[in-house]
């Protein structure tokens, strides 16, 4: 858990040291969702808001329509009265509240109120003269019958053409009534209702909300509805609330490939320069003899510099080199790099060096030359090179042909980490092998987990009876040497002897120790 930590944190480093990249990554990931929340839910409720306020815009026009047409059976009503019989008017209009009364006028003057009974009123104290002679209505901005009220007032003329009736619809409560107050929040501020140049209320006005003008469809009345702010946000952030979380989701999922993508690729071309740039160096690990304690052999670990990154870990940079197809040439470039190293070393016996080999190795059409080669170089300073092939890679009965091939030509084969993969058992029948590195994590059972053990007793008890040379990885304490020896391991490998080192540094603890 703890390498897995390191690595995610090597890795998180590796692309934020890509500066350009997390930038642009960050400005998706984070931002990009933010801003497009914010305007695409400005659009949503702009767009939902503004066709709630023209629905609210036509019914009232509508409810106002069928007021204009009702106030007929008024109009028609009150024609049809003499002048002596004003007080049947006033008795007639209750309990119809939308309407303020009726006035009766003859061709001089208004003569009757349903208000306030009999007047005597001058013809133009309401509309210039001509305006009454015909069939209209109009927005007045008070009536006679109720001084400064705005109304709407319809004209009904008599069939002889002298006088008429005029029915005033109340303009006050007509307005307010438009507004719906009872809803929350509202979504109408102000309306203001234009006709033929006039306006109700007399004097508009509005606030800093968006307008929405909604035109009757047989009048040439207009409807103006302010949108209320607080319609509009409590909306906008209930919108916000749903987008946001869906786009941020859908960002990362984007960026987080996007990243994993361009991370990988830009990888992958920085391990072919690193290659070509001797960027990657080895360390060495001591593989010691159970018997004197010495040194026998060595495993070879790969290490890069990278000119930005600094070293980054093999856990890192071995996947990709996998999934890319360069793990054929990093192992060629190892090769060389130990055969370069060891050059420099004066060993006194025969020693023993151990290659982390990767199945794609083996369907390389020169494998057998290659190793010849090797095998040859090596055996000119004294070393005889040794791969190790991890089980949990999965080999083909191909590569498994080419493996006893390579045994064949004197190179000897490990399997690595053994326990840990799932073919193991079928790999031990399928080729002979010569060494079987038993992986730590049945190590660390020593001491600690009595079942896990036996599993550990059982992999060396296999070893013995197949005639395989056991080596143990990942030796870190006595107790576990001693274990180990006791059960006639023959080489152990661990920090507890020496953690993987530099040649300058192998050369001198092979100095003290061999
Ligand atoms: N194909 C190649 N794979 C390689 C090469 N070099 C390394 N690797 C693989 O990378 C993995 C990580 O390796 P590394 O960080 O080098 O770790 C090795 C040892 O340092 C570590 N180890 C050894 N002893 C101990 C110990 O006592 N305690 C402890 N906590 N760790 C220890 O184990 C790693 C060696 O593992 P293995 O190869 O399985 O023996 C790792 O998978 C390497 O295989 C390369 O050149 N090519």
Request: glycine content about 6%.
């Amino acid at each position: 858990m703890p390498n897995r930590i390191n690595s995610l944190s090597s890795l998180l480093r590796l692309l934020i040291s890509r500066y350009d990249l997390s930038r642009k990554h960050l400005f998706i990931m984070l931002f990009f969702p933010i801003i497009l929340a914010i305007a695409s839910s400005y659009l949503i409720t702009g767009y939902l808001v503004g066709k709630k306020a023209r629905e609210v815009g036509e019914f009232n026009l509508e409810r106002l329509e069928s007021l204009l047409s009702q106030s007929k059976d008024i109009g028609q009503y009150a024609l049809t009265l003499n002048e002596g019989d004003c007080g049947h008017l006033n008795e007639y209009m209750r309990f119809k509240p939308y309407y303020r009364g009726v006035l009766l006028f003859n061709d001089k003057r208004f003569y009757c109120s349903s208000t306030n009974g009999v007047i005597d009123l001058p013809l133009n104290s309401l509309l210039p003269e001509p305006s009454l002679k015909t069939f209209a209505y109009h927005i007045v901005p008070e009536t006679p019958a109720r001084l400064g009220v705005p109304a709407i007032i319809v004209i009904f003329n008599n069939s002889h053409g002298a006088g008429g009736a005029i029915v005033v619809i109340e303009g006050q409560y007509l307005i307010d009534s438009f507004i719906q107050p009872e809803v929350f929040p509202r979504p109408v501020r102000h309306v203001v209702l234009g006709l033929g140049g006039a306006t109700l209320p007399t004097v508009p006005h509005f606030s800093d909300g968006k307008v929405v003008a909604v035109h009757a469809d047989n009048s040439e009345l207009v409807m103006l509805l302010e949108i209320s702010q607080a319609f509009f946000w409590h909306f906008f952030w209930i919108y916000f609330g749903l987008l946001l979380p869906v786009l941020l989701i859908f960002a990362w999922l984007l960026g987080l490939h996007i990243l994993r993508k361009n991370g990988r690729s830009s990888l992958a071309d920085d391990i072919k320069s690193g290659i070509e740039n001797q960027e990657f160096f080895l360390v060495y690990q001591p593989v010691v003899s159970s018997e004197d304690g010495k040194a026998k052999g060595v495993e070879a670990l790969v290490r890069w510099q990278h000119p930005q990154m600094g070293l980054v870990r093999p856990d890192l940079f071995i996947p990709i080199a996998e999934e890319s197809q360069l793990i054929v040439p990093l192992t060629n470039y190892i090769f060389e790099r130990a055969l370069a190293d060891f050059r420099q070393l004066q060993l006194t016996s025969e020693f023993r060096i151990g290659f982390n080999v990767a199945p794609e190795h083996f369907i390389q059409s020169d494998i057998e030359a290659k190793f010849r080669y090797l095998r040859d170089a090596f055996a000119e300073i004294g070393v005889q090179p040794l791969i190790e092939i991890t089980e949990r890679q999965l080999l083909t009965a191909d590569m498994c042909e080419r493996i006893t091939a390579l045994r064949e030509l004197g190179i000897l084969v490990a399997i690595d980490d053994f326990g840990t993969g799932q073919t193991t058992l079928s790999l031990l029948q399928t080729f002979t092998l010569d060494y079987l590195k038993i992986d730590k994590c049945f190590i660390d059972t020593i001491g600690r987990d009595a079942v896990t053990s036996h599993v550990l007793d059982t992999i060396i008890e296999l070893c013995h009876k197949m005639n395989y040379v056991a080596v143990a990885e990942g030796v870190e304490t006595q107790e576990q040497a001693d274990y180990l020896i006791s059960r006639d391991v023959h080489f152990l490998q661990g920090y507890l002897y020496a953690k993987p080192m530099k040649l300058n540094e192998l050369e001198l603890w092979l100095k003290e120790h061999n």
